[in-house]
């Protein structure tokens, strides 16, 4: 069986957003949750890394 989260990852955040949003905290998919706020710490982490090397070969 297929979760929301697998197939729909867009309507499963929606979902997220507004059971947060309403407070339904004992509905939310926690590790999920967890699983894509750490994905988007490492994203951020790794573009932020990349600025400098962009901006150095921009100038060259």
Known sequence: ?????????ALWSE????LIAN????????????EE?????KREQDRSHSYPYLFRTTLN
Do not use: C
């Open 37 to 41: 706020i750490r994905d988007l710490s």
């Open 15 to 18: 979902k997220m957003a507004d």
């Open 23 to 34: 407070g339904h905290f004992d509905k939310l998919d926690i590790k999920n949750l967890v």
């Open 1 to 9: 069986m297929t979760t929301l989260y697998e197939q729909d990852f």
